[in-house]
Structures are given as structure tokens and as C-alpha cells.
Nanobody, 115 residues
């Protein structure tokens, strides 16, 4: 059973930073796609940053130059460093993994950016 567990969310002032971490447990076939999505109230879930199966990074335009995704394959963790946060970044952030035609989601962690 594959599980994704996020941590690191919280409340931060605009301009501040947060680091989210996702721990992948269970047997998941490599290579796998892994990344971070977010969903704000009333909005659709959107990709923020991800690693493709070739370990290429992709970012949403809103995340470029502010967010950095990283992974530790040995520990099976995926982190998202978020800098220069804006109120528009307020959302529930979800870790996501895709392998062998199966999509996995974490439970989400709330990020709130105050102005």
C-alpha cells in the first residue's frame, strides 16, 4: 500500500518562506512521476511543481523563480521550498505520485499566506 504523507504547511506572512515535505511509503515502482499540486477554495486543483519520470522538473508559471522542488530517492521524500510567498499561494497543497497507471494522493497540508 503506497501512502503519501505531507508535512510543513502553516501560516506565514507575505514574503515569507515555507518548506513542504512529502514522504512516500510502501512499494512504488520506479521510475515514478511525483510532484506537488494545490487547491484553493473554489478553484480546481492545479500542478505547482513536479518531476517527470525522467526526473525533469516542471513548474507552474506562478511558481517559477519562487518555488524549488527537490527529491531524495533513497529516503523517498519530495520537498517543495516556497519563497516570496503571496496571499494567492494560499491553498491546500497535495503531494502526488503516479506509477504503473495508478495515481496516489496525500491528505494535503494547508498553507495560508497573510497579507
Amino acid at each position: 500500500q503506497v501512502q503519501l504523507v505531507e508535512s510543513g504547511g502553516g501560516l506565514v506572512q507575505a514574503g515569507g518562506s515555507l518548506r513542504l515535505s512529502c514522504a512516500v511509503s510502501g512499494r512504488i515502482a520506479s521510475p515514478y512521476v511525483v510532484g506537488w499540486y494545490r487547491q484553493a477554495p473554489g478553484n480546481q486543483r492545479e500542478m505547482v511543481a513536479m518531476f517527470t519520470s525522467d526526473s525533469v522538473t516542471r513548474y507552474a508559471d506562478s511558481a517559477k523563480s519562487r518555488f524549488t522542488i527537490s527529491r531524495d530517492n533513497a529516503r523517498k521524500t519530495v520537498d517543495l521550498q516556497m519563497n516570496s510567498l503571496k496571499p494567492d499561494d494560499t491553498a491546500v497543497y497535495y503531494c502526488n505520485a503516479y506509477s504503473n497507471n495508478v495515481l496516489y494522493w496525500g491528505q494535503g497540508t494547508q498553507v495560508t499566506v497573510s497579507s
